[in-house]
């Protein structure tokens, strides 16, 4: 069994950064991947930004060059640092982490974006 628990989410206005976490724990056998998803009602969800175990991160072009992906393997954990935030990043985020092809999803956390 995997728990994330994700935190840092919140209310901001246009232009303004919030920091998100991700703590993994319980069964962690392989850190394949973690990444941050988000997602709007009505809308699928969709990748954000993602890490993979020899560092590498990639980032949907609608956030490329604002937000940036890290990690502390110490303690199991991701962050999202989301920079020149706009109204429409605002939704449910979501941490997930892949292990070896187990997909293990946190319970999301909000951002708003909003004047």
């Known amino acids: 069994q995997v728990q994330l628990v994700e935190s840092g989410g919140g209310f901001v206005q246009p232009g303004g950064s919030l920091r998100l976490s991700c703590a993994a724990s319980?069964?962690?056998?392989?850190?394949?991947?973690m990444g941050w998803y988000r997602q709007t009602p009505g809308k699928e969800r969709e990748m954000v930004a993602l890490?993979?175990?020899?560092?590498?991160?990639s980032y949907s072009d609608s956030v490329k060059g604002r937000f940036n992906i890290s990690r502390d393997k110490t303690k199991n954990t991701v962050y999202l640092q989301m920079n020149m935030l706009k109204p429409e990043d605002t939704a449910v985020y979501y941490c997930?982490?892949?292990?070896?092809?187990?997909?293990?999803w946190g319970q999301g956390t909000q951002v708003t974006v909003s004047s």
């Open positions: 319980g069964s962690i056998f392989s850190m394949d991947s």
């Open positions: 890490i993979v175990s020899n560092g590498f991160a």
């Open positions: 997930r982490l892949n292990q070896r092809g187990f997909l293990s």
